[in-house]
C-alpha cells in the first residue's frame, strides 16, 4: 500500500497539485454521500417555513386544533431531523478534512525526503517542520468544507428564494435583490483585507528579524549604552505594524458592517412593501411571517459562505505558498517501472564528469575515472579538492551537471534511487543514527534493501552469527558488550543469574587482587564513593517497592531512621549545596543531556530545582517548609561523590551513613525482612547492572587502559561461560538516544560502518567513515577491508589518513576538482609529485 | 589509602570548585567568561596515570586536552627512525587544546614518569559548551593567532641569533 502511494507521488508530485484536486481525491465517495445528505437537509429545511405559514393561516385562522398539532408535530420532525443532518455533515466534512490533512502531510513528507540535498543545505528544520505541522491544517479546513458549506448554503439560499418567490414573486425577488449587490461589494472589500494581511505578515516578520536582533547583539547594545537607539528602531516597526493591523481589523469590521447592514435592509423591504401589500389583501398574513423569519434563516448561510470565502482565501495562500516552497524538481525516481532493481555490473566509468554550482564554481572539473568490479580505490586530497563530491556523485546524492558517470554502462543521473540503493552502500563523514536501538540502526540499511515485510516475516531475516560478525567487523563489538554488561536487567532474568554467580566467583578467584585498586568492593566496611548516599546506607537491593530510591522520601520509616542517625542535617545541607551548584553552573545554558551527567539533578527536573533554589534563597535550613526539604533530601540520597563533583562528602558523613547502614539493618529487620535484599556475594543484586554483579563492585577508574583490561578478564569469563553472544544480544537492545546522542562519535561511525557491512553491497562507498575512530580501530577496520572485501566489493572510499592509502588499488589525488594523479602507491611515490608531497608533509 | 573513601581530593572543597580555579590559571582559557569555565570545570574529568602508563599517544586523535594535576611527564616525538624525549613536565602544564576543536591526531606522545593525575577534557563536553555561547571562537581565533605569532617570532629571533640555514624553510608560518 505504501509502495502505491510513493509511485502515485512521481506521476503526479504533491507540489504540483491543485488544492482543488484535494477535495476529490481519495473523498469522492465521502463527498457524494455529503451532497445528497446536503439536498436532503435543505429540502428539509423548507418545510418549518411552510408550517409556519400554514399554522398561521390554516390552523389559527381556522380554529382547528388537530390541523395545529399535526403541523407543530411536523415541524418538529423537520427541526430534530434537520439537526441530525446537519451533525452528519459536521462529522463527514470533518472526516474529509483530517484525511485531507493527513495526506497533504504525507505526500508531502514523502516529496521532501525524495528531495535533492542541495535543497536541504539552504532550508532551516524549522521551516520543513512548521510547514508539514501547521501551515496545512488551514488548507485541509477548506477541503472539508469545500463541497459542504457552499452546496448547504448556496441551495439553502436558492431553495428558500425559490420558495419565496413562488408564495409572492414580486416580495421574493425584491428581498433576494441585496444578495447579488452583496456579492460584488464584499470580494472587492476582501481584496483589501487580503493586501492588509499580507503586509502584516511581512512586517510581522520584520518584527521577529529585529527582535533576534537586539537579543543577540545584547553586549553591543549594552556595552554602547545604544539603548536609545534600539529603541527607536524598534519602535518605528511595531508603528508601522500597529498601523496595518489597524487597517487590516477596519476592513474586516466593514465586511462585516455591510454584511449585517444588508442583511437588515431585508427585513426593511419586507416590512415596507409586503406590509403594502398584506394591507391591500394581495399577501396572506402567515406569508408575511414565512417571508420574515426565512429572512432571519437567511443570516446563517450567508454568514457561513463569507467564513468560507475567508478559509479559501486564507487556505490557498498557505497551501500554495507552502507547496511552492518545495517545489524543487525530484531528481530520480524511487523505484523502476515494469521492472526489479538492476543488479549491476560494478565497473565504474566517469567521463569527462563536472559539478557546478549555480554560482558557477566547479567542484569537480572534468574528470576522468575508470574502477573495475572488486577494486579498491583511494580518493585523496586537500579538504575542498573534491573527493566528498566526486564520492556523492557516483552515489547520486549529487546531480553531475555535464558528462557521463556510469555504472555497468547505465548512466548514474538516469538511474532510479532503489537501482542505487540495491548496488551503492554509503558510509557519510558523519553518519546520522536514529533513535532506537543499536539492533534498529544495524538493520537500517538491510532493512530498507530487503523490506520491512521480508524481514519481519523472517524470509530474510539475519542471523545472529551474522550480526555478530558485522560488529566483530566494525569494531562495535566491545562498545555494544559493554552497553550489555552495563544494564539493569529488569523482570525476568532469573534465566542467567546462575552464570552470572559463578562469574562472580570465578573473577574473584582469578582477577580479584590485581583490579583492587580500580574496584570498589561491596564491602560493608566502606564508603562506596561510586554509587548513591542511598544505596550507601541501604546498602543492598530494595525488595519491597518503598525502598527504591523513587520512594525513599516518601516513606515515613526511612525518614523517621535518617533522622535517629543523626543524617537529616547532613544531608540537607548536602542537597542544597547540590542545587544551587548546578543551578548556578547550568542556569544560562541549552539543557543538554550530557550536562547533568555531572549532577545528580536530571534534565527534566531542572526547572523545578531553579524554582526551588529561588524559593530556599536567603533561608537557613530549619526554614524551609516539609516539601522542600523532601525534595532537598531527594537530591542528596541521589548523590554519588565519586561521579558528581559539583560537592563533596565529609569524612564525619562517611562515618554517620557508615553507623547508620548498621542501624537500618538492625530496624528493617526488626519491621520487615523480606524488604531488602542486602549485597551478599551470593546473590544476584537486581538493582545493579550485570557488570557490577559480576564484579561484586562498581568501577572507579576512568581510566581507559585500566577499563581495558578489566574488559578483557570480563570477556575471558564470558567466553569461558558461552556467555557472550547473550550478552551481545542485551547490548543491542541499547537505547542510542535522539541523533544517536548516547554514542560517542567513534561509535557512530563504528555502527554506520556496520549497517553496510551487513547490507553487504557490490559497492561500498566510504566517505571519510573512520575520521572519528582512534588510530587502532581505523587500521583494524581497514585489515577488514582489505582482507575481507577486496574482489568482493568494490571500494570507493575517500581517505584522509595516508598511512592506509597502501592498502588501495589505486590512489586517485583530486585538486581543486580535478584528478591530477592516479596511479598505485608506489607509482606516486616514485613519481615525487602531490601525492608524494602530502605524503612528506604528513610525516 | 587509610581514608574511608577513595577520592584523591581531600578538604571541603569540592572537586567541581578546585577544577574551576585550575581553568582561571590556564592561559588559554583565560579569556573566557566566568560562565563557560564553569561548565568546563563541571564537565572536565580526572583522570590518574601509573608511572610509565600513556597519557595520549603519538597518532591517536583522542579528542581530549590534559592539564597535569600532579605528578610528572615526560613529551616523546617518535620518527621512523628514532624516538626523542623532547622534554619533562611537571604539574600545572597544559596540553592538547587544538584538539578540542578539530579533529586531529597527537603529534606527540606524552608519558607519566611519576603517578600522576590529569584533568581530561573531551571535545564532545567542549563543543557543547562553545555552541551555546557565540563569543568564544572568536576568543579561540584570537588566542591562536597570537600563538602562531609567536611561535613565529621566537623562530625568527632563534635565525636572527644562528643564521643557521635549516631554520629557513620552517619561517613564514605566521603567513598562512
Redesign the interface.
Known amino acids: 500500500m505504501a509502495l502505491k502511494t510513493k509511485t502515485d507521488d512521481i506521476n503526479n508530485p504533491i507540489v504540483k497539485k491543485s488544492l482543488i484536486s484535494w477535495v476529490f481525491d481519495g473523498n469522492l465517495k465521502l463527498q457524494i454521500v455529503l451532497v445528497i445528505i446536503i439536498v436532503v437537509t435543505v429540502a428539509i429545511r423548507v418545510v418549518p417555513l411552510e408550517m409556519q405559514k400554514r399554522i398561521i393561516n390554516e390552523a389559527i385562522n381556522l380554529r382547528k386544533l388537530d390541523l395545529l398539532v399535526i403541523y407543530c408535530g411536523i415541524y418538529l420532525a423537520s427541526v430534530i431531523l434537520a439537526s441530525v443532518f446537519k451533525l452528519m455533515i459536521n462529522i463527514i466534512q470533518n472526516k474529509i478534512s483530517e484525511i485531507a490533512t493527513a495526506g497533504m502531510r504525507k505526500q508531502l513528507y514523502h516529496h521532501i525526503l525524495n528531495m535533492p540535498l542541495s535543497f536541504f543545505r539552504n532550508t532551516q528544520p524549522g521551516t520543513v517542520v512548521n510547514a508539514l505541522v501547521n501551515e496545512l491544517t488551514i488548507p485541509g479546513n477548506f477541503v472539508g468544507m469545500a463541497i459542504a458549506v457552499p452546496l448547504t448554503n448556496i441551495v439553502t439560499l436558492l431553495a428558500f428564494a425559490g420558495y419565496l418567490i413562488l408564495l409572492n414573486p414580486l416580495l421574493g425577488i425584491v428581498s433576494f435583490s441585496i444578495y447579488p449587490l452583496m456579492l460584488y461589494i464584499i470580494p472587492l472589500l476582501q481584496k483589501r483585507v487580503n493586501q492588509a494581511n499580507k503586509k502584516r505578515v511581512k512586517v510581522s516578520r520584520i518584527v521577529s528579524s529585529k527582535i533576534v536582533e537586539s537579543v ?1 547583539g545584547i ?1 553591543e547594545v549594552q556595552a554602547n549604552g545604544a539603548f536609545e537607539i534600539e529603541n527607536t528602531k524598534y519602535d518605528i516597526i511595531i508603528n508601522k505594524l500597529m498601523k496595518i493591523r489597524i487597517k487590516w481589523a477596519l476592513y474586516k469590521f466593514v465586511i462585516k458592517v455591510v454584511s449585517n447592514f444588508f442583511i437588515s435592509m431585508g427585513p426593511f423591504l419586507i416590512f415596507i412593501i409586503g406590509g403594502y401589500l398584506a394591507i391591500n389583501g394581495q399577501l396572506g398574513l402567515g406569508a408575511l411571517v414565512a417571508f420574515l423569519s426565512a429572512q432571519e434563516k437567511l443570516y446563517d448561510p450567508w454568514k457561513e459562505l463569507i467564513e468560507f470565502y475567508q478559509v479559501y482565501q486564507d487556505g490557498s495562500i498557505n497551501y500554495y505558498k507552502t507547496m511552492n516552497y518545495f517545489d524543487v524538481e525530484i531528481e530520480n525516481e524511487l523505484r523502476p517501472k515494469g521492472r526489479e532493481p538492476y543488479e549491476l555490473d560494478v565497473s565504474i566509468k566517469v567521463e569527462n564528469m563536472s559539478l557546478e554550482t549555480q554560482e558557477g564554481i566547479k567542484l569537480l572539473d572534468d574528470v576522468s575515472l575508470s574502477i573495475l568490479p572488486g577494486e579498491h580505490v583511494a580518493l585523496v586530497g586537500f579538504s575542498g579538492s573534491g573527493k566528498s563530491s566526486l564520492a556523492l556523485c557516483l552515489a547520486q546524492l549529487y546531480k553531475y551537471t555535464s558528462g557521463h558517470a556510469t555504472i555497468g554502462n547505465m548512466e548514474i543521473s538516469e538511474l532510479t534511487k532503489a537501482d542505487i540503493t540495491r548496488n551503492i552502500g554509503l558510509v557519510s563523514q558523519s553518519p546520522f543514527i536514529f533513535d532506537g536501538t543499536i539492533k534498529e540502526n544495524l538493520l537500517y540499511s538491510y532493512v530498507a534493501l530487503h523490506g520491512e515485510q521480508c524481514v519481519l516475516e523472517g524470509v530474510c531475516k539475519p542471523e545472529l552469527d551474522g550480526l555478530v560478525h558485522v560488529l566483530q567487523q566494525s569494531g562495535l563489538f566491545v562498545d555494544v558488550l559493554r552497553f550489555g554488561l552495563n544494564t539493569i536487567v529488569e523482570g525476568t532474568a532469573e534465566e542467567f543469574i546462575p552464570v552470572i554467580i559463578r562469574m562472580r566467583e570465578n573473577f574473584q578467584k582469578e582477577f580479584g587482587d590485581s583490579v583492587e585498586e580500580w574496584v ?1 568492593f561491596f564491602d560493608e566496611k ?2 562506596l ?1 561510586y554509587d548513591t548516599i542511598a544505596d550507601n546506607i541501604i546498602f543492598g537491593a530494595p525488595v519491597s517497592e518503598a525502598f527504591k530510591n523513587n520512594n525513599l522520601v516518601e516513606n515515613q520509616f526511612f525518614l523517621n531512621f535518617l533522622n535517629d542517625a543523626d543524617l537529616t542535617r547532613p544531608l540537607l545541607t548536602l542537597g542544597k ?1 547540590i542545587a544551587d ?1 548546578t543551578v ?3 542556569k ?3 539543557h ?1 543531556k ?2 547533568f551527567e ?2 545528580p539533578i536530571r534534565l527534566e527536573e531542572f526547572e523545578r530545582v531553579e524554582e526551588l533554589v529561588r524559593q530556599i534563597k536567603n533561608k537557613n535550613l530549619h526554614q524551609i517548609n516539609q516539601q522542600q526539604t523532601l525534595e532537598l533530601l531527594e537530591l542528596a540520597l541521589r548523590f554519588s ?2 561521579k558528581h ?7 564525619f558523613m ?2 554517620l551513613i ?1 553507623e547508620g547502614r548498621y542501624l537500618f539493618r538492625e530496624r528493617i529487620n526488626q519491621k520487615d525482612p523480606t524488604a531488602i535484599a542486602f549485597f551478599k556475594n551470593d546473590q544476584y543484586i537486581h538493582s545493579q547492572t550485570i557488570f557490577n554483579n559480576i564484579l561484586f563492585g562498581i568501577v ?4 581507559p ?1 585500566a577499563q581495558e583490561k578489566i574488559n578483557q578478564f570480563i570477556v575471558a569469563l564470558l567466553i569461558g561461560e558461552d556467555f557472550l553472544e547473550r550478552m551481545i544480544e542485551i547490548g543491542m537492545d541499547f537505547k542510542v538516544g535522539t541523533q544517536g546522542n548516547n554514542l ?2 567513534g561509535q557512530c561511525q563504528k555502527l554506520a560502518i556496520a549497517r553496510t557491512f551487513l547490507k553487504s553491497p557490490p559497492i561500498m562507498i566510504l566517505d571519510e567513515a573512520t ?5 587502532n580501530s581505523q587500521k583494524r577496520i581497514q585489515n577488514v577491508l582489505s582482507r575481507q572485501w577486496k574482489g568482493k566489493s568494490t571500494l570507493i572510499a575517500v581517505v584522509h589518513r595516508l598511512d592506509i592509502v597502501k592498502e588501495y588499488d589505486k590512489v586517485v589525488f583530486l585538486k581543486a576538482g580535478k584528478i591530477v594523479e592516479t596511479g598505485t602507491y608506489e607509482d606516486l611515490m616514485k613519481k615525487k609529485g602531490y601525492f608524494y608531497e602530502l605524503a612528506y608533509e604528513h ?1 | 589509602m587509610n581514608s574511608l573513601m577513595n577520592t584523591s581530593d581531600s578538604g571541603d572543597k569540592s572537586e567541581f570548585v578546585a577544577n574551576l580555579n585550575v581553568f582561571r590559571q590556564i592561559e588559554f582559557f583565560s579569556g573566557f567568561p566566568m560562565e563557560v569555565m564553569k561548565l568546563f570545570a563541571f564537565l572536565c574529568q580526572r583522570q590518574s596515570y601509573k608511572s610509565g602508563e600513556v597519557i595520549f599517544h603519538q597518532g591517536d586523535d583522542d579528542q581530549c586536552s590534559y592539564y597535569i594535576l600532579s605528578g610528572k611527564a615526560k613529551l616523546m616525538l617518535a620518527t621512523k627512525e628514532k624516538e626523542y624525549a623532547i622534554r619533562e613536565y611537571a604539574a600545572e602544564n597544559y596540553f592538547g587544546a587544538l584538539s578540542l576543536m578539530v579533529p586531529m591526531v597527537k603529534q606527540f606522545s606524552l608519558i607519566a614518569t611519576q603517578d600522576t593525575t590529569c584533568m581530561v577534557m573531551t571535545r564532545k563536553a567542549f563543543s557543547k559548551v562553545v555552541d551555546q555561547f557565540p563569543e568564544i571562537p572568536l576568543i579561540i581565533i584570537r588566542s591562536i593567532a597570537q600563538k602562531v605569532l609567536q611561535a613565529e617570532r621566537k623562530c625568527i629571533l632563534e635565525f636572527g641569533s644562528k643564521e643557521t640555514e635549516d631554520l629557513k624553510d620552517l619561517l613564514g608560518i605566521s603567513l598562512l
Open positions: 543577540s553586549h570498589e566502606k564508603f564513593a549545596e551548584q548556578d553552573i547550568l544560562n545554558v541549552a543538554d550530557l550536562f555531572q549532577s561523590p565519586g563533583r559539583i560537592a563533596t562528602v565529609p569524612e562517611i562515618r557508615l572507579k577508574t576512568t581510566n587502559g560517542s562519535g575520521s572519528a575512530l582512534d588510530n610525516k
